[in-house]
Nanobody, 122 residues
Framework: QVQLVESGGGLVQPGGSLRLSCEASGSIFVIYSMGWYRQAPGKQRELVATITGSSSTNYADSVKGRFAISRDNAKNTVYLQMTKLTPEDTALYYC????????????????WGQGTQVTVSS
């Protein structure tokens, strides 16, 4: 079994910064792409940023230049450094990853974390 656990969310003032973390644990053989998505109240879940196993990154236009995704493969962890936050960034942020399990037959599945709340407000 594999789990993704996010941390680092909270309340921040406009213009502030936060760093989200997501650690994968369990029966892990290889972690391929990892990413962050978010869902604001009344809206659909949307992509924020992704990072491949070779650290190629992709960002939503709304966060380019403000957010940075990175990963530490030794810790099975992906990060999202968020700067210049605005109220429009308020959402539940979810971690996502494609993970090949250690146990046979070593299936690769897509996993989601439970989410961490980010609220940007003065």
């Amino acid at each position: 079994q594999v789990q993704l656990v996010e941390s680092g969310g909270g309340l921040v003032q406009p213009g502030g910064s936060l760093r989200l973390s997501c650690e994968a644990s369990g029966s892990i053989f290889v972690i391929y792409s990892m990413g962050w998505y978010r869902q604001a109240p009344g809206k659909q879940r949307e992509l924020v940023a992704t990072i491949t196993g070779s650290s190629s990154t992709n960002y939503a236009d709304s966060v380019k230049g403000r957010f940075a995704i990175s990963r530490d493969n030794a810790k099975n962890t992906v990060y999202l450094q968020m700067t210049k936050l605005t109220p429009e960034d308020t959402a539940l942020y979810y971690c996502n990853a494609d993970i090949q399990q250690q146990i046979w037959p070593r299936n690769t599945n897509n996993y989601w974390g439970q989410g961490t709340q980010v609220t940007v407000s003065s």
